[in-house]
């Protein structure tokens, strides 16, 4: 038997679920201390992947019919402070309750860079997203080249 959602079911899916983390002892002073983590929303996932890559540019000619050139320049994203971000959307009590704010990120980018990269990569996992970064990335060298 197939059951099909509807419109009202899927707005009131209860669908981000946490994780209980356990630092690796190989990162000195947060080693096998625990945190727990929430998937992001969609929306938060579109946010993070445009202020990584989203104002990705470049500069370029443009010939006009005129014989005129005209440049268009576009500029290479600001790929700083994404681990804090991604911290401050994610790390939570065991209720799914964000432990950070906004305010909180300066604070973040000041602890151990790879404790905080550490649980960066594993919001991006535990969030799915790391195909899409991947991806970007990618596309992101071949502009470059």
């Not at 981000?16 to 969609?42: A, C, F, N, S």
């Not at 950070?100 to 919001?123: H, M, P, R, T, V």
Request: negative net charge; contains cysteine; aromatic residues 6%.
């Amino acid at each position: 038997m197939n059951t099909f959602l509807t419109r009202n079911d899927i707005l009131e899916l209860k669908d981000i679920t946490t994780k209980e983390l356990r630092v690796p002892d190989t990162i000195p002073v947060w080693g096998g201390k625990g945190l727990y983590i929430k998937q992001l929303t969609r929306g938060m996932q579109d946010t993070y992947l445009k202020r990584q890559f989203g104002s990705l540019k470049m500069k370029q000619e443009i010939a006009k019919k005129n014989r005129n050139v005209q440049a268009q320049e576009m500029s290479a994203p600001d790929i700083y402070g994404h681990d804090a971000w991604l911290c401050v959307h994610a790390i939570c009590d065991m209720d799914g309750q964000l432990l950070f704010n906004e305010q909180d990120i300066q604070k973040l980018n000041e602890k151990s860079g790879e404790a905080i990269g550490w649980i960066a990569k594993e919001i991006l996992e535990f969030s799915k997203m790391t195909e899409d970064v991947d991806a970007l990335q990618q596309t992101e060298t071949d502009v470059k080249n």
